[in-house]
């Protein structure tokens, strides 16, 4: 039975600006083949199922020819798989996606296109440039840079002078010289304001703005290097008005978040909104305990409860998934009450329709366990992890308070990418790296090896457990003022 190809455009870079329908198509993949202008923050949505084949292209070097990409495409479609073409940009934009999908074609085998956002608009809208403004142009052109091998520029440059318009550029760092040579040639204007743009879109994203005269000299004096656009026209004169990317407080900062891979979307999302360069690398992984008797037995019986608390998300997951496979539901609960160590976990309660009626106002075990002292007149369940912080039943004990302590989910600390990040590491790649619990912690530390030096390493931590147990690895700490997502955005982003 044949598969089919879905040609997907990755966009120039922001994980933000893969399209939904780009999204689903990737959770539904089996394999994936993708280019080197694909963004490691793209790449990380894939599957975890899913089989990567990288035919990465540079600038005269193709170490898959694409003859070859095309033939894989067809290969694995007619093997039976779900493929996905990822391509950076929009693959119908000088992305040679006509040319891989006409080989399908005569071969009946089935295909979609998803269009992308092009880096021709984008990574000029993030380096403050509108490709049209009513006071400077009313066309866009979009040109390619590059050449086939060996052969000059095959471009109308009088043509494009006579326009008036915005003048886009990709894959022109190469050919930057002979561009500028033809424009001047044909007669444009030697002070018109001219812009490249170096990795748009992306935490490491640079502007270099000038003259059409000054382009190339200022470009090679910063080091302007491929993937970058060109841009030239009239609208290259409101960048410095109009630039908001590069404003952004966190623009340039390398974050490495260790967060479990289910869990690190939000923390991720919202430093990447205020322009942090973010990896995630989960050092730590989450699995539910179940079966579990003690928790069915316990959940059999909840009318001797007075209070059922939780500490994590995966510890309200494994409870719901109990209760469900023992027929039951949200009533079964009747009168018991609810605690949550946190908003995030009071969240994760709120997915299946319940409210924590307790969440303490220091999010941890030792506050949250003399919060529920202070509030029980009778006994306790916690479900939570197998390794659970002893200070919150050290809290409930010490307050003479009757308590059932069950682990409904175990902590894995293992990432097949820990040679990668321990090399990372030692060549100071990242400015910080996120710490969600002493669990990321001990993870982290498993996964790079305890031998490394992490003296100077800049450890964002959600709270005093978590930041004393990165402390016994010497790792310098800055501290959350709350045990929260947004307070841990919130520090990152402090100067």
Known sequence: MSGKVTLVG?????????????????????????????SPAVLELIPETARRIDVG????????????INQILLEEAQAGHNVVRLKGGDPFVFGRGGEELQTLAQAGVPFVEVPGVTSAVAAAAYGGIPVTHRDCASSLHIITGHAKEGAALDIDFNALVRTRGTLVFLMGVTAMPAIVKGLLGAGMDPDTPAAMVERGTLPAQRRCSATLETLYPLAKEMDIRSPALIIVGGVCALADELCWFERLPLHGKRILVTRPRDRAGTLSDKLRELGADVTEFPCVRTEALLPCPAMEDALGRLEEYQWLGFTSAAGVDAFWSCLRSMGRDARALGGV?????????????EAHGLTADLIPEVYDAAHMGRALAKAAADKVL?????????????????????????AVYRTFCDNPRSAELRKELEAGRFDYVTFTSASTVRGFVSAVGADADFSGLVGLCIGEQTAGEAQKYGIQVKIAEKAAIESLVELASRK
């Open 57 to 68: 292209k540079d600038a005269g070097h193709h170490p898959v020819p694409q003859g070859r």
């Open 10 to 38: 990755a966009g120039p870079g922001d994980p933000g600006l893969l399209t939904v329908k780009g999204r689903n198509a990737l959770k539904q993949a089996e394999v994936v083949v993708y280019d080197r202008l694909v």
């Open 337 to 349: 009450r609810l605690a949550a160590i946190g908003p995030a976990t009071g969240r994760a309660l």
């Open 382 to 406: 916690l479900l939570r992890a197998e390794e659970g912080s002893p200070a919150l039943t050290y809290a409930l004990a010490e307050a003479g308070m009757a308590f059932d302590d069950i």
